[in-house]
T-cell receptor, first 115, second 111 residues
């Protein structure tokens, strides 16, 4: 069964460093997302991406964050200068269409720990 | 903000049906109801979704009331592996396309 894969599963970084979280969406999907979940809190929407551009972003997704689809398979989330409060699980998701009647499938996440 | 209301927690005996309710009284005519679950800190797992008709798949059944103001997710024979947080989600908009996760229902399946 096709699945969304994320690497690495766990990333430890020092405060102020740049990190890139990687995702391989399901191959024929068109819509891509990043979500995050701080320990013990809700799953929060960060950004959605379609047709090589951001289609929607939340207040959390500030100038420190960026997304890119560098080739036909990868979808990345970059945090330019990490802060302690960026420590969280980051989930990538993809869906096959843009309609409301299309489910999204999530990866298993990358646990980011900023020290 | 969330457009759904769910109980904070529920228990279910192993082998019995788990019925998870959700209220979405302000749902609009073209908004779908989705159910996801999250086991421990894993990625959310898609379960089922529907508009107004009842739906069934290999994982669960979704019963939506005629007025669409509430729904129930049914896991017909709960197992210990079904212990998870279950999220009822109303898709917020057509163009936005995001899923808004509330606090969900923490289901514990008891042996």
């Amino acid at each position: 069964e096709p699945e969304v894969t994320q690497t690495p599963s766990h990333q430890v970084t020092q405060m102020g460093q740049e990190v890139i979280l990687r995702c391989v969406p399901i191959s024929n999907h068109l819509y891509f997302y990043w979500y995050r979940q701080i320990l013990g809190q809700k799953v929060e929407f960060l950004v959605s991406f379609y047709n090589n551009e951001i289609s929607e972003k939340s207040e959390i997704f500030d100038d420190q964050f960026s997304v890119e689809r560098p080739d036909g398979s990868n979808f990345t989330l970059k945090i330019r200068s990490t802060k302690l409060e960026d420590s969280a699980m980051y989930f990538c998701a993809s869906s096959g269409g843009v309609l409301q009647n299309t489910e999204a499938f999530f990866g298993q996440g990358t646990r980011l720990t900023v020290v | 903000d969330a457009k759904t209301t769910q109980p904070t927690s529920m228990d279910c005996a192993e082998g019995r049906a788990a019925n998870l309710p959700c209220n979405h009284s302000t749902i609009s005519g073209n908004e779908y109801v989705y159910w996801y679950r999250q086991i421990h800190s894993q990625g959310p797992q898609y379960i089922i979704h529907g508009l107004k008709n009842n739906e069934t798949n290999e994982m669960a059944s979704l019963i939506i009331t005629e007025d669409r103001k509430s729904s129930t997710l049914i896991l017909p024979h709960a197992t210990l592996r079904d212990t998870a947080v279950y999220y009822c989600i109303v898709r917020l908009s057509v163009t936005g396309n995001q899923f808004y996760f509330g606090t969900g229902t923490s289901l514990t399946v008891i042996p």
